[in-house]
């Protein structure tokens, strides 16, 4: 992957961030950079991206800032195939991060966030549900990704649930992430 093509899938999420009203001046999320790593990423070997919501020591000396995006060039887990996937869906994802990151009490400090997603934002434990409850199998992992990889299917098909979807549990995340999207619009604090 070369920082050409990053370029192009970052301006085209971000496009889709400004149909959803998400990316515009008075959005925290313009704050949020993406930034291409040469090298790949030693403490995540297998992470595709990753966004950093606090920065550790070992960030800091690696150069990572709080609030950005970071994309490797090289994921170490995959070896010299790189099948990362779409880079577009990648990206999309990680918005999906600066977006609980922006606007944490109606994500990370939500009672309804945790209703909806099976835990605290920030719960390393995977949320209850089977796998029909989920968007992807990483969705599963934990509450954080189970929004994030909502949150990027939600912009790929822009707003619309497929209907491949019909778990109660994706509807009402679903739902969430368009009320969500509304609320920040109106410039909702909280719910």
Partial sequence: MTKSQLDTAARDVQNELGRSGLWNEGSRLICTEVFWCWLPQVTMPSALGFFVHETPLL?????????????????LSQGPWQRRGSLRDVVRHEYGHAVAHH???????????ASTFGGRYDDSEPGWGDVLDFVTDYAATCPAEDFAET???????????????????????WQFIEDLTAAINLGVKKW
Avoid: C, N, T
């Fill in 59 to 75: 960030g800091s000396v690696l150069g990572y800032e709080a609030g950005h995006i970071y994309i490797p060039q090289w994921v």
């Fill in 103 to 113: 606007y944490p009490a109606l994500i990370r400090r939500s009672s309804r966030f």
């Fill in 151 to 173: 949150f990027m299917l939600f912009l790929r098909r822009r707003g619309r649930l497929p209907d491949a979807f019909f778990s109660p549990a994706v509807r009402e995340k």
